[in-house]
């Protein structure tokens, strides 16, 4: 059989091709991205980035009635989101979430970088420039300070699953999102925070039925290893004079009601109540 040449042509284009791994998001051999690694260029482009959020308390990207009540806020300074909750990144996150495509997690983790660098900033702009924490890279006197240098956490800490939860899902979305985010920035993560009570999925209840859920979801841990490292953490944001940066991460914030309910929690330590020595702020992949 005589084969043409330009089917020879054909076959040697496709040997020379480059060849993709399948995007994460759509599943397609696209040029990847060289900004989000998993992801193709087209997927990559397409992400509901929150730029300049509309609320500074909540990182809302549209309008936010809910903080002009100020009380409910709480011990919560700030929050953050990487992405508007949209129908595509819902999607996502259910592949992720309820369907334990659990690949996801390290881009999901990396989106979540951008929340935190969002924390920074704001932090930075309300005039928070004291030290960050020892293990921080340390800055020569003859060299400028970068600016996002001046704001670290000291401490994440991720919002905690029920067993029953742990059970269905086989990991917890938080922890795996926050454990990527430690690595990229060097900060400790502590799961300070136990689930007290399972409660039923938030997504059908109205705003009051979730915050009355979770009034008393969470404690403390009791953990005597968890206690030491967080008691080490607190006598060196003592030392330098400043309140401990505690960094609550969650996959989205809706009410807050789970932020909030985690944050009560984390100044009620076995023993002692820290309110006037921990800041505490939240960061999540999404904001609905």
Request: charged share 20%.
């Amino acid at each position: 059989m005589k084969i043409s040449g330009s089917h020879w042509l054909k076959l040697a284009k496709n040997l020379l091709a480059p060849v993709f791994s399948p995007c994460l998001f759509c599943g397609k051999a696209h040029m990847p991205s060289t900004k989000m690694p998993g992801l193709c260029t087209m997927c990559e482009a397409a992400l509901p980035w929150i730029g300049i959020p509309r609320c500074r308390k909540c990182g809302r990207p549209v309008g936010c009635p809910d903080c002009s009540r100020s009380h409910e806020h709480g011990l919560l300074r700030y929050n953050r989101s990487a992405v508007s909750y949209s129908a595509d990144m819902r999607e996502v996150l259910g592949r992720y979430k309820y369907r334990g495509n659990e690949r996801l997690g390290h881009v999901l983790g990396q989106m979540l970088d951008q929340a935190y660098a969002a924390l920074q900033e704001v932090s930075i702009r309300n005039g928070d420039s004291t030290p960050g924490p020892p293990f921080a890279r340390p800055i020569l006197p003859f060299f400028p300070r970068p600016r996002a240098a001046l704001w670290q956490a000291d401490v994440l800490v991720p919002v905690p699953v029920s067993s029953t939860r742990l059970a269905e899902r086989g990991f917890n979305q938080a922890e795996q999102l926050a454990a990527v985010l430690a690595g990229r920035r060097r900060i400790p993560l502590l799961p300070l925070l136990v689930r007290t009570q399972h409660t039923a999925k938030q997504s059908f209840k109205s705003r009051a039925e979730r915050f009355a859920d979770m009034k008393h979801a969470f404690a403390a841990s009791t953990d005597p290893v968890l206690q030491g490292h967080f008691a080490a953490l607190l006598q060196t944001s003592r030392d330098y004079g400043r309140p401990l940066r505690v960094v609550i991460v969650d996959d989205i914030y809706t009410t807050g009601s789970t932020l909030r309910a985690c944050a009560g929690a984390l100044v009620r330590q076995p023993g002692a109540t820290l309110k006037d020595e921990v800041e505490i702020c939240s960061i999540t992949w999404a904001r609905s």
